[in-house]
C-alpha cells in the first residue's frame, strides 16, 4: 500500500505541474517555477515567527504570499526593463539569501532548516496522514490534488483566455481580454501549485514536472491541448517508471523520476515527427533530392 501512495502521489504532482507548466512553457517562462520553490522561504520563516508553530496551513499560508510577491517582482522587473531571466534570477537569490538569513538568525535551536522546509522526501509521503471529514489520507495528497483540481476548474473555465494570452497577448487586449488579470492568475496558479507541492516531495521533482514534460509534449503537437494532455500522460508514465526504477537502483525516488523524464525528452528530441532531429534531416535530404 505504501508504495501505492508514493506513485500516487508522484502521479498527482506530475499532473497538477503539468496542466501549468505547458503554459510557462509556451510563454517562455519555464523556469519561475524553480524560482518560486526557493523564493518562498522568506514566508515560510516568517509564518513561524509570527504563529510560534510549524503548523502546516500557516507555513503553507506564507509560503504562498512569498509566491505571489516573487511573481510580482519579476514582473515589475522585466516591464521596467530588465530582461526576462535576469529578473528571474535577480528576485530567486535575492529572496532566497533573505529567507537564509531569517533562518540562521531566529531558528537556530528549531527544527526549522532548509532541508526541512525545501527538500521533501516522497518516500515518507505514506507516513505523513491528515484526516479531513473522516477520512485518513497522506497530506500530500489531500494539498497536491487540491491544487489540481482548483487548477483543472480555473483553466477549464478561463481556457480560451488562457490559450489566446499565451500565444498573442497584443490580440487578446485588443480583443478586450484583460492580459494582466490572466497573467497574475496564472502565475497564483502556479505559486499555488509549487508551495503545495514541493514541501512533501522536494524542489527537485517539483520543478522538474513543471518543465520536462510540458516540454516534451511542446515537441510532439501543435495544439494547446493535445499538449496538455501528453504532459500529464508522460509524468504519470516518468512516475510510475522512475518508482520502480528507483527501487531496482535502491536510489533517490524523486531522482529517478526526473532522470525518466528527462529519457523521454531525449527521446522526443529525436524522434518527434515534426521537430526531431531525424525528422529534419530526413526532410532535408528529400528537399535536396527533389531538387
Not at 531569517?102 to 522546509?117: E, N
Not at 490572466?182 to 509549487?194: I, N, R
Request: glycine residues 10%; aromatic residues 10%; contains cysteine.
Amino acid at each position: 500500500m505504501n508504495d501505492f501512495w508514493i506513485i500516487f502521489t508522484g502521479a498527482l504532482v506530475a499532473a497538477s505541474c503539468s496542466l501549468v507548466g505547458c503554459f510557462l512553457v509556451l510563454r517562455r517562462m519555464a523556469m519561475v517555477g524553480d524560482a518560486i520553490s526557493h523564493s518562498v522561504l522568506p514566508g515560510i520563516v516568517i509564518a513561524f515567527l509570527i504563529s510560534g508553530s510549524r503548523d502546516s496551513v500557516a507555513l503553507m499560508l506564507g509560503a504562498s504570499i512569498l509566491g505571489l510577491v516573487t511573481v510580482f517582482l519579476i514582473q515589475m522587473f522585466q516591464n521596467s526593463g530588465v530582461q526576462s531571466d535576469a529578473s528571474i534570477g535577480v528576485v530567486f537569490t535575492a529572496l532566497f539569501s533573505v529567507g537564509i538569513v531569517l533562518v540562521s538568525l531566529y531558528t537556530r535551536d528549531i527544527d526549522l532548516d532548509l532541508d526541512c522546509v525545501l527538500y521533501g522526501e516522497i518516500a515518507y509521503v505514506p507516513w505523513n496522514t491528515v484526516e479531513i471529514l473522516g477520512v485518513t489520507l497522506p497530506k500530500s495528497v489531500w494539498s497536491v490534488g487540491g491544487a489540481l483540481l482548483v487548477g483543472l476548474f480555473l483553466i477549464g473555465l478561463f481556457y480560451k483566455q488562457f490559450k489566446v494570452c499565451s500565444f498573442d497577448p497584443a490580440m487578446a487586449a485588443a480583443i478586450g481580454i484583460p492580459v494582466a488579470f490572466f497573467h497574475y492568475l496564472l502565475m497564483g496558479l502556479v505559486s499555488m501549485t509549487t508551495v503545495a507541492s514541493f514541501e512533501s516531495v522536494g524542489a527537485i521533482l517539483v520543478v522538474g514536472m513543471l518543465v520536462v514534460p510540458p516540454a516534451t509534449a511542446y515537441l510532439l503537437t501543435e495544439r494547446l491541448g493535445v499538449m496538455i494532455v501528453l504532459s500529464i500522460i508522460i509524468g504519470i508514465l516518468s512516475s510510475v517508471m522512475g518508482y520502480y526504477l528507483a527501487y531496482l537502483l535502491d536510489a533517490s525516488i524523486a531522482g529517478c523520476m526526473i532522470s525518466v523524464a528527462g529519457g523521454l525528452f531525449v527521446l522526443a528530441v529525436l524522434f518527434s515527427p515534426s521537430h526531431g532531429v531525424l525528422a529534419k534531416k530526413w526532410m532535408r535530404r528529400k528537399a535536396l533530392q527533389d531538387l
